[in-house]
């Protein structure tokens, strides 16, 4: 399963709404979760089974969708926020990530 | 609180094998899988493969799959994935992280292993 990330890089500003969006190449159901990396430093979960808000993310990340098509929507930017992006599906064999989005301050 | 402890830097010759290991602590090892995950530089998470500390089984990603063994050590709590005949894209960051039995996602992770394969 292949999965597409769009946009790739996002120039945007403190207090900005942003949507990632994440497509499967085949149905992955819920099975999919969504990462926050910044540089020098594991990634770390926020979102599973595609809306579920890890333990101590704050509310203003939301995951939406089911089958092929996810978002990750990230309201009232804020500074710590700004960071690569990454989907990853927990349905095939295959564990695939997205290629990742990479938020930068406008 | 899960902890993940990874082993420090390698510098491995192109043709040999890494071997690195994952200490956990803090949880039941046998509760939850153990992913492995790799970064090369400047590049996106690519995933590796699992085992799972309760009966050893394993899964790879077809990337890897015939050049990595993933195993599990109950007697220390400790994952370790060995990597043979090394190629200079192998070098990369190694992460490993636990995942739960239902596909929740990787939800900790370790500090993360440095893999430099010189030609």
């Known amino acids: 399963i292949q999965l597409t990330q769009s946009p790739s890089f996002l120039s945007t500003s403190v207090g900005d709404r942003v949507t990632i969006t994440c497509r499967a190449s085949?149905?992955?159901?819920?099975?999919l979760a969504w990462y926050q990396q910044k540089p020098g430093k594991a990634p770390k979960l926020l979102i599973y089974a595609a809306s579920t808000l890890f333990s101590g993310v704050p509310s203003r990340f939301r995951g939406s969708g089911s089958g092929t098509e996810f978002t990750l929507t990230i309201n009232s930017l804020q500074p710590e926020d700004f960071a690569t992006y990454y989907c990853?599906?927990?349905?095939?064999?295959?564990?695939?990530f997205g290629q990742g989005t990479k938020l930068e301050i406008k | 609180e899960a902890q993940v402890e990874q082993s420090g830097t390698e510098v491995k010759r192109a043709g040999a094998t890494v071997k690195i290991s994952c200490k956990v602590s803090g949880y039941t090892f046998t509760d939850f899988y153990m992913h492995w995950v790799q970064q090369a530089p400047g590049k996106g998470l690519e995933w590796v493969g699992l085992?799972?500390?309760?009966?050893?089984?394993?899964r790879y990603s077809e990337k890897f799959q015939g050049r990595v063994a993933i195993t599990a050590d109950t007697s220390t709590d400790t994952v370790y994935m060995e990597l043979n005949s090394l190629i200079s894209e192998d070098t990369a960051v190694y992460y490993c992280?636990?995942?739960?039995?239902?596909?929740?996602?990787?939800?900790?992770w370790g500090q993360g292993t440095l893999v430099t394969v010189a030609s």
């Open positions: 085949q149905d992955v159901a819920s099975f």
């Open positions: 992280a636990t995942g739960s039995r239902h596909r929740y996602g990787l939800d900790s």
């Open positions: 990853q599906e927990l349905h095939s064999y295959s564990h695939s």
């Open positions: 085992v799972d500390p309760e009966d050893g089984d394993t």
